[in-house]
């Protein structure tokens, strides 16, 4: 099994800065990408960033610009760097991992950090 933990969630006010981190553990006995989805209530859950184990990144339209997704293949980690945050980036973040497929349809889940943003 696959076992991803986010941390760095919590509550900051609009203009603020906030890093995630997602470490995976477990039988990745190989990574293809990684990268984060977020869900605010009443919505569907929504891509924000992927990663190739490579360094490819993609991001929704929604974060160009204010987001930065980074990636360490050997510790099996991936970081989102989140600045300039608005209310509207309100939601829990959900770390995502692909042992053979470079799309951001992941196959494995962490169980989501929270992440709050006051206007």
């Known amino acids: 099994q696959v076992q991803l933990v986010e941390s760095g969630g919590g509550l900051v006010e609009a203009g603020g800065s906030l890093r995630l981190s997602c470490v995976g553990s477990?039988?990745?006995?190989?990574?293809?990408?990684m990268g984060w989805h977020r869900q605010a209530p009443g919505k569907q859950r929504e891509l924000v960033a992927g990663?190739?184990?490579?360094?490819?990144?993609t991001y929704s339209d929604s974060v160009k610009g204010r987001f930065t997704i980074s990636i360490d293949k050997e510790k099996k980690t991936v970081y989102l760097q989140m600045n300039n945050l608005m209310p509207e980036d309100t939601a829990v973040y959900f770390c995502?991992?692909?042992?053979?497929?470079?799309?951001?349809?992941?196959?494995?889940w962490g169980p989501g950090t929270q992440v709050t943003v006051s206007s």
């Open positions: 990663i190739t184990d490579y360094g490819r990144a």
């Open positions: 477990g039988n990745i006995y190989s990574l293809a990408s």
């Open positions: 995502g991992l692909n042992r053979f497929n470079e799309n951001t349809d992941f196959n494995f």
